[in-house]
Each structure stands twice: as C-alpha cells, then as structure tokens.
C-alpha cells in the first residue's frame, strides 16, 4: 500500500454505533486531513433505525416501519460510505486483518470497527425444528420483528390471547402495545419483574400492568409451550400454564460477537467487547454499542446496558478517535427511563445510578428512603402522584441512584439527578441546587430535593 | 435575663422565608438543646401562601384561594410558633433590639429574622387621589390582590378587555388567566418582554401570545389611564392608547425593607439585603426570601430573584444555622420556568444560567447558539418542537446559560443542565453525560445535548 492510499475502515454493522462512527470519522477526517475509505456490512436489510420505537409501531403510536429509520441506505451512500447489506461476517483474522463473510468472501481493513450489536434472545423452548420459532412466537428486536408483529395483531381475532415473557422495560412496552389493541395479556416473569427498580417501585409497575387489565405472573420461568399444527396455543411452567394466541419473548439480547470466538479478545461471560472511551479494543481493532459493556462511573465497572444512546456517544468518539480526533465517551451512570400508558393508567419510569445491590457490592454503605409527593404543585390540575427513592453513601454523601415511578412529568426527573452522579456529587448537591420551580412544573421544594433532603437528613 | 431564658427570636414574614425559618429553628432546637421562643408578625392575614399560585387561581385552575396556603394559622401555632397577623412594622433599633410596630408597640428580640418579602411596585399613573388604585387596575401578588381579581373577572362583561402592563412571568401567566375567561387581553410592554430570555426565544413568546389571540404591544411606557367616574376605561402611552375595562399592573416587586432605612444594613439600590448562606446579615439581624438578593453562583453576584424556591431553601438555612445548626442556601443557578397555555397554543418558557449580557458584563467570552429539535423521537405523536439555546465560556469552556422554549417536557429540561452549573460543569459535561432516553422522553441524542456539542464543536 503506497503512503497515500486511503486507510482501509471496515464497520460491521449498521445501525446507531456504527453509522455515528462512520460519519464521524469522515467528518473528523476533513478536518484532520486523514484519507480514509469507509465500508459498512451489516446483516439485516435496513440501517440507523430505531428499535426503541418498535414497541411504539406495534402498539400504533408510529405509521410505519419506515418511520424508525433515521436515515437511510441511500442517504449514508451519498455521505460518501460504502454500505454493504445482507452481508454477514462469520469469522476474523485480527493479524491478517481480515474478515471472512458467510459467503466465503475474504474482506481486508486496516482498522476494524465492530458494531454488530446484540440480537434477541431466544429460548429453546420458542424454537420449532426447523430452527425458527415456532407460529405466533417472536422477538421485538429488529424492523423485521416489528413487521412480523404488526402483521400478526392484525391477523389476530378479537379475543385474542398474548403471552409476554420478560417484564423489563420491553416487556412491559409490548404489554401496553397489545393491549392498546384489545388484546388480553399476560406478562409472565422469571423473578419479580422490572428487575431495574427496587422492589417498592417495581411493585407499583406490576400494580399498573394489572390495573389496566392484564395478568402479571410473577416468579415463573416458562419450561415450554404447546404447539399445535406449528403454531402456539399455551405457555407453560412448572406448576402453571396459560392458553396463548401469540408469545412475546422479551428476555434480553445478547452481543453478536460469535465471530470473534478465539481471536484472543477480551470478553465479559456474555461475549460483550470492553472498548475504552475512545472505542478502541485492541490494536487496529474497535467497538462500541450494543455489542459492549460500558463503564458505569459511579462504582467504575463494567455493564451490560444496550442501549440507542450509549451506542450513538460511543460511535460518535470512536469515529472521531479514528481518524485523529479526541473525544470520547466517558462511561454513563446507569440511566434508563420508559412509561406505560392505556387508557387511565398512566406511568412513568425511570432510574439513574446504582441499585442498592449495586451499592453493596461496591463496598459502599447506602442509606435508602422513598419520599412520596406530587409533580406540580398539590392545588394544580397537573398534580399527579410521583414516588422517589433516593440512594447515598453514608459517609462520603455522595449521591449513588435515584429511581421514579409517577405520572406526567415524573420520569425526566432523573436528568436532574444524573447530572449530580456524572460530576460525583453528593446528596446535599441535589437537595440543595437550583431546579427550575412553578406550580405547574414543581412544589415549591421540588419532590426531588424533598426526598434528597431526606436521606441527607440520615446521613 | 437568666442564662436559662429562651432566645427571643423574632421573625418579620409569615410566607415562605420566614414559615421555614421558624420550623426550622424549632426543629434543630430540639436537636441542640437551645432553648427558642420564636415569635412572627405578619402585616397581612394569611400565612405561607403561593403567590406563584394566583394566577392560576385567577385563570380558575385552583378552586379558592385556601387552596394556595400551604400552612394555616392555626397549624404554624400548633407547632409552637407565636402568630401575629395585622401587625406591621415600620421600625427597628438594632443597637437596642427592637422594633416598632405600626400601632406604636414595641417588640423586644434577641435575634430578628427580616422576611418581609416584596410587595408589587405600582406606577404613580395606578394611583387615584386617595392613593389606593383606580378601580379596575390591580396587582398579582397576595391573597387579597387573587380575590380581587377573581370578582373582577366574574363582573366583567363578556366583551371586557383586560390590559396587562408588564410582560414577565407573571405577566404572560395573568394574560393566559384573562384569555382563558374570554376576555381580549392586551400585553404592553416597556422593553420587548420576557427580559429573562434571549431575544430569539422571548420573540417565540410574543408570537404564541399573538397566536393565541392576545395583542402584544412591545417597547411602550404607560404614561397614564383613562378614567371615568373613578373606573379605569383606557390606558395611555406616548403615541398610543388602548380602551380597557381592567388593567393588571405586572412591573414587578421591591423589598419590603422600608423600616430598616437608616439603620445602616447593607441593601442593594432597591433596598433588598444580602444574607449570607446562614441567612446573617449582622449580628443578631437574620434575612432570608423576597427582600433580599440571592448569590448567583456562575458568576459570584448579587441579583434579586424572589422566587418562593429561594425563600424556602434560604429560610430553612437560616432557622438552621440560627438554632446552631450548620445547613447553607449556597446560591442559585438562576433558573426559572413558566408556561403560557391556550387552547392549541402551548408553550414551555425556562432558563437557567447567564444571559448573554451577564456574561459579557463578568468579562467572559461566550458563545452561544439556538437549537431546533423535537421534545421525543420523531416518529412519536408525543414529538413537539423545541428550541434550546446553550452558551458556554469560549477558553474554559464552562456552561454558562441555557434557555428553553417549547412543547410539553421542553421547560423542565433545563434542570439537567442547572445541575451542571450548579457543579462548575462544562459545555461538553452537559452533550455527554447520561439523560435517560426512551422514544416517548426524547431523541437518541437528546436535544439538549445535541445544543450543547454544536456549541462544544464551536469552541
């Protein structure tokens, strides 16, 4: 290769990591006066779609598949990258610097960018013998699942029966999904469901589920299901079962990177790649998004958190990193929020930082209260029911979590909250800061800086 | 007095300064084993109300003005505080500890907390000869001034226009409140109104206004009103004039200090003190809420903020530190926020930080720039416009400002970026740090965070 030839990146997988990783590089690249050759391959059909929003598209929220799309194929050609579809790599020769895809063929780089993301989860039990699930059972992970979805709730009679399996923030989004279509549901859970919160958040999520009108079994993993000519009928577990129309599985992804198997890379158990903050694994070799951990600060260790936001920052860094730049992302604090809405039945939910779990196994020694309250002032039509619960160290003050569960205006909340734990701050900090107050938005003392002010006051 | 007689402590206030601070001091009393008999004079006849409130009293989104106070009389009294309503005081001796009432009494005190608040300016031009206003112009601030206004509105006629004179927070929200009962509503105002904004997002204000019916008459100066048989019928300025049947005075308040004239205290032009995070502005003289300044903290200087949130984390600090406790009102953000809602026409107004003429004045070197986005994803019904601008200090690149108009969950967005500021943050803290994302909250890259890197890339 002559000192002018373009270096050779070659991103696997086109979706939030890899495409802001992309773009990025070019950008920087301009800049930085680096040539560089772009080329993506990805699997799937489609490119930067949101699969957040399929929940959303089930449940009718979003017209059409093509809503999720952020940009397309055609749009990321004509930013000058080489994007390859229905591409699959199997294998890699991290010292020969090439990749092998299923179709036998060979692709050299000089620098490697994974970005494979993580595929759904799917349990022996949802699989017939051909490899696929069996009729009426999915997962909700790609533009193609949501298809798949949107296909069969239309196919579905009136009184049709949906089994969702998992109570995370999918599960309980899917939930709300089918039943926005009339559907009867079950949520089905191995433990207690919305595993992300304590138990008396969580609890009041299981609460909603059943007041709006479906069936949440908690405790139970399902051992198989009933098939008749191919397509599901019933769920069952031990000691139970439940008649089943369509079967949601929603029990968590898994970072695609089988194809990495025995080149010596540093995983977590799950096959999870850990990038520094400018993205890089190893030497001409880089990942970022769902395929990876990142780095909680608050307790500095590694997690397991796919997610569209963390994929987009880290993308972002390792782009710029690549071609000569030097942000990066410095890691998260564990935020996440959702909802669940049908009919009357209105909740939001959301979290940032460390569980108590988290917190003792970090060696910290967390005082933990929940502070019940109100979203605007108590004589405002906007006052709804929030509920906090505000986690800190006892002896530094250091603020360590804060989870919500409330109506209108309670989930962003936590932003508030997140900004403390990304700059290290303590309790008193998000107690005794200044948070924007009138009586449509807030109390007077925002519920927040009520319940920080609590724990401070145990400290 | 005996070494065992209680500290006479004497609170000037009965709103949200003063209320806390005489909660406080009894709580953490009990805690250090001080002995206090804390006594409060009120020149009104309501206690720890919201006057932040009464617009939405006015706009008959709260049902009676009980419904704004928070404490009653008699509950403050059964927490062992000495009441007194209808008791003015219009002198202090500071050397011989005390003051005078309006009766001609004298109250004695070992420790004198100011709390007095700020009443609302009038113009000479409200005034009729007996000095009291015209009949069918008013101020927004007490109890008194809610009542009046809400048989104001009930007598008016169904064609009544309503001038308001000021456009400020309080200002926009009184409009709303006339508009929402059918009245035409004139907005005047000296400057080009909603000062605490940034033009291009002030100007997003007037336009709403204007959208939803009112008429926005910027850059005049009142010069007197019309009046037939000592009733209000129009409102003058130089060049112009406009018929009304009531007008809302909305220019904005001044300490209530008059009674410390002479005594040598520190004041401000405007007669407001300057309390130290311990609410002590001399010895044995204490001063929290309306009447004083607060400290912003980005820029280290005194600016007049009466805001019931500063009252009561200040007056808690205060009671605090005044029974030998150690709690601190360590500043502000200068954060704000309201709403101005119509019939399709809604709109979050917030702000947080310097403007850009602050941080001119304190010599930094900013750069800031607007933002367009969406307030959740795209493809989501939730999604509504928003406009952010973020301004950060050009070499240090440290947040300085950020300033929020938009769509419902626009306003309380800028909490996130006030725990910045709170914390000495950077520009880029705020574009990388972890906002909890989910299609109904937000884009994968929040808007807010997308302002903050366009800056960020500018610096």
Known sequence: MSASAPTRVLVLGADAAGMSAAHQALR???????????????????????????????????????????????????????LRLGVEVVAADLAARTVTTADGERV?????????????????????PDGACWDGIGVVKTLDDGAAWRERFAAAGDGAHVVVVGAGYVGVEVAEAAMRHGF?????????????????????????????????????????VDVVDGRVTGVQWEG???EADLVVVAIGVRPATGFLAGSGVEMADNGALRPDPHGRVAEHLWAAGDCCEVRRRIDDTWVFRPLGTHAAKHGRALGDSLAG???????????????????EVYLEIARTGLSRRDAEAAGLDPVAL????????????????IAIWVMADRSSRRLLGVQVVGGHGAGKRVDAAAAVLWAGGTVDDLAWM?????????????????AARRVAERL
Chains 1, 2 share one sequence.
């Open 434 to 450: 200044d948070l924007a107050y009138a009586p449509p938005f807030a109390t007077a003392w925002e519920v927040l800086q009520i």
């Open 370 to 385: 929940l502070t019940e309250g109100t979203t605007a002032s108590g004589y405002m039509p906007e006052a709804e029911p």
């Open 28 to 82: 920087t690249a301009r800049r930085t006066g680096r040539e560089l050759a772009v080329t993506v391959l990805d699997k799937g059909t489609h490119t930067s779609y949101s699969a957040c929003g399929i929940p959303y598209w089930m449940a009718g929220d979003v017209g059409s598949g093509d809503d999720l799309v952020a940009r397309t194929a055609d749009e990321h050609r004509e930013a000058g990258i080489g």
């Open 240 to 242: 139970g079962s439940r």
């Open 184 to 224: 009867g549901v079950t949520v089905l859970t191995r433990g207690r469901g919305m595993s992300m919160l304590e138990d008396e958040l969580a609890e009041r999520v299981d609460l909603a589920l059943c007041e709006a009108g479906a069936e949440v079994v908690l405790g139970v993993e399902v051992t198989g």
């Open 108 to 128: 050299a780089y000089d620098e490697l960018v994974v970005a494979t993301g993580a595929p759904a989860s799917v349990p022996d039990w949802a699989l017939g």
């Open 325 to 343: 730049g030097t942000l990066s992302f410095d890691g998260m604090v564990d935020s996440s929020i959702t909802r669940f809405a049908l009919g």
